[in-house]
C-alpha cells in the first residue's frame, strides 16, 4: 500500500492564481481530511469528508473548496491565492470505527504565495 | 469542545537524557489519546495511542499512559537519541460521531545534541 500520497511537493503561486493541491488514498478509508500548518504552529482543519459524495468545513474554510467524487481522491482547491494561504498543507485519512483509530497522513504540499 | 495542551518547546537534550513531554486534555466522555511525531519535511506518523484509563501506550522506547484523574498522557523515553529529533504532537480522538476529528496540540519541537 502506497497509504496517502499528495502532489505537488512544492508549489510557488503569484497571488491570485489558483491550484488544486491532489490528495489520494488507498486504504479505502471513508474519513478524509485536510490541514493547514503554519510554521511553528499546530494543524488547522480546513474541510473534511466522511464519503464520497460528503464534505464539511473544518475551522478555517475561507479561501478554499473541496470535492469528493470517490472514496479514493480528495482534492482541494484555492481559488484566489493569498500571502496568507502560504503554509504547507497536509491530508489525512481515516477508517470508520472506534475512535482508537489513527489518522493517516500524506507527506504534506509546501505552498509558497508571492 | 474538546482540546489539547502540550508543553511549551523547544526541548534540546543531550543524547542518552531523560525527555517527558506533558500533555492534558478537556475532553467529554473516553477519548482516545495519541502521540504522533513528525520527523523534519515529513507528515506526521503514529507514535503510540491509548484508549481507556491506566492504557499504557509505547513504541520505540516511548511510553504514555492514559491517567483520567489528571486528564493528561505525558510522553516519555528513558535515554534519547540524536534520531529522536522531530515534533511530537499529542492529540485526542472522541466518539465516531464526530466524523473521526482528531483534537491535536501545538507540538513540541524536540532537538538531541550528541
Known amino acids: 500500500n502506497a497509504g496517502v500520497t499528495q502532489t505537488p511537493k512544492f508549489r510557488i503561486l503569484k497571488i491570485g492564481q489558483s491550484m488544486t493541491l491532489q490528495c489520494t488514498q488507498d486504504m479505502n478509508h471513508n474519513y478524509m481530511y485536510w490541514y493547514r500548518q503554519d510554521p511553528g504552529m499546530g494543524l488547522k482543519l480546513i474541510y473534511y469528508?466522511?464519503?464520497?459524495?460528503?464534505?464539511d468545513k473544518g475551522e478555517v474554510p475561507n479561501g478554499y473548496n473541496v470535492s469528493r467524487s470517490t472514496t479514493e481522491d480528495f482534492p482541494l482547491r484555492l481559488e484566489l491565492a493569498a500571502p496568507s494561504q502560504t503554509s504547507v498543507y497536509f491530508c489525512?485519512?481515516?477508517?470508520?470505527?472506534?475512535?482508537?483509530?489513527?489518522?493517516?497522513f500524506g507527506p504534506g504540499t509546501r505552498l509558497t504565495v508571492l | 469542545g474538546n482540546s489539547v495542551t502540550q508543553m511549551e518547546g523547544p526541548v534540546t537534550l543531550s543524547e542518552e537524557a531523560f525527555l517527558t513531554i506533558n500533555c492534558t486534555y478537556t475532553a467529554t466522555g473516553y477519548p482516545s489519546l495519541f502521540w504522533y511525531v513528525q520527523y523534519p519535511g515529513e507528515g506526521l506518523q503514529l507514535l503510540l495511542k491509548?484508549?481507556?484509563?491506566?492504557d499504557k501506550g509505547s513504541n520505540k522506547g516511548f511510553e504514555a499512559t492514559y491517567r483520567k484523574e489528571t486528564t493528561s498522557f505525558h510522553l516519555e523515553k528513558g535515554s534519547v537519541q540524536v534520531s529522536d529529533s522531530a515534533v511530537y504532537f499529542c492529540?485526542?480522538?472522541?466518539?465516531?460521531?464526530?466524523?473521526?476529528?482528531?483534537?491535536f496540540g501545538d507540538g513540541t519541537t524536540l532537538t538531541v545534541k550528541p
Open positions: 491509548a484508549t481507556k484509563a491506566d
Open positions: 492529540a485526542l480522538s472522541g466518539s465516531n460521531t464526530n466524523a473521526g476529528k482528531s483534537t
Open positions: 469528508s466522511v464519503g464520497a459524495g460528503i464534505t
Open positions: 489525512a485519512s481515516r477508517s470508520v470505527g472506534s475512535s482508537y483509530n489513527e489518522q493517516f
